[in-house]
């Protein structure tokens, strides 16, 4: 996955005149913070170059991450096309390239974001992303916010930030802000699977209907030590391999993700959880299944119109 050509030259002219060896210091500090998911009240973003380093170094997979949710989000709710978006965490705008990627009949956003640094970073990328945005200062670290209504709302890679207590508050105010949607993303480890169970419980519990990745509203039936993520691939830019020292022209982000719905979405019959396996006229598949089980399946030509769908499908998919 690339990110759309508009956004990509928005931060090409973000980054010039950024030494590179600048850019490697701050995207090591910034990894660092995010691969230790380090909770001390600090900003992760706390000024200009480490807002551009983040272009550099980040927001290709995180925009991916985003992307490839509101993707699962969209195979099944072909009827959901969002008007407005509220953002929680926007930093640079990512989920709000996304989104317009993604539905294109979006006409406003609200961004909210504490980082005055990654605000003005994201407040000019979104000149050129073609809909009415507004930017605002917050903090759901160190402030309680009110937030506006939107048919979509979206918080991604920002739950890790939070105390227990204070995700499920905020969860609980995400929902009600989302008219019709509301979309979490967080980091594919089985940490972020565990905070994403615990926003599923608390929406199952307000009466939400769980969209996806979900095929059920049943007890996940996953249990450690594994744990449910998907994963995509993203191109790296020459700036994205040169700040990360990085030789491939590629990387796989792994995340998971949550959307719930106010409206009963369509019935799904399995997702795909895992890479799949092909070898012999074999497809070998590990499903979550509508009962509320999760098994590894092994599909053949015997199977017909279901192993010309899994010789296809791709972690992540859903057999509807």
Same mark, same amino acid.
């Given at each position: &996955? ?11 002219? !973000? ?8 850019? *490697?210091? !701050?995207?090591? /500090? ?26 550099? =170094? ?5 925009? =991916? ?23 929680? %965490?926007? @930093? ?5 390239? =996304?989104? *317009? ?9 609200? &961004? ?8 003005? /970073? ?6 050129? /992303? ?7 200062? %917050? ?41 019709? &949607? ?5 980091? @594919? ?17 307000? @009466? ?26 993203? !191109? ?7 700040? *990360?020292? !990085? ?16 409206? *009963? ?13 092909? %070898? ?32 296809? =499908? ?7």
């Amino acid at each position: &996955m690339e990110l759309p050509s508009a956004l990509r030259q928005a931060v090409d002219t !973000a980054l010039e005149g950024v030494a590179l060896a600048d850019l *490697k210091r !701050a995207s090591d /500090v910034l990894s660092r913070r995010y691969r230790a998911e380090t909770r001390d009240g600090r900003l992760h973003i706390s000024d200009e170059l480490a807002a551009k380093a983040y272009l550099a =170094a980040r927001l290709p997979a995180t925009y =991916a991450a985003v992307r490839a949710s509101l993707e699962g989000v969209a195979g099944i709710c072909p009827g959901f096309s969002p008007r407005s978006l509220l953002d929680i %965490g926007s @930093g640079p705008g990512t989920a709000l390239w =996304a989104v *317009k990627d993604c539905w294109p009949d979006l006409t406003s956003a609200i &961004m909210i974001e504490a980082s005055s640094s990654i605000r003005d /970073v994201g407040s000019n990328l979104a000149r050129h /992303v073609g809909l009415e945005t507004q930017w605002r200062a %917050g903090d759901v670290v160190r402030e309680k916010l009110d937030f506006p209504q939107a048919d979509l709302v979206t918080i991604a890679y920002v739950l890790d930030e939070l105390a227990p207590a204070e995700r499920a508050a905020l969860i609980g105010q995400l929902w009600a802000a989302a008219r019709s &949607m509301l979309v979490i993303i967080e980091p @594919g480890t089985p940490a972020g699977w565990q905070r994403i169970l615990a926003a599923r419980e608390a929406l199952l519990a307000k @009466g939400a209907h769980i969209a996806a990745p979900c095929v059920h509203q049943r007890e996940c039936p996953i249990a450690a030590p594994d744990w449910c993520h998907f994963s995509r691939r993203v !191109a790296r830019s020459r700036i994205h391999r040169l700040t *990360k020292d !990085a030789e491939v022209p590629w990387e796989d982000e792994k995340f998971v993700y949550l959307a719930a719905s106010r409206e *009963k979405t369509a019935d799904v019959a399995a997702r795909v959880i895992a890479p799949r396996r092909v %070898g012999g006229g074999k497809v070998a598949l590990k499903l979550c299944n509508q009962d509320g089980t999760a098994q590894e399946r092994l599909v053949t030509r015997r199977d017909g119109d279901l192993f010309r769908w899994a010789r296809r =499908a791709d972690w992540g998919d859903a057999l509807l």
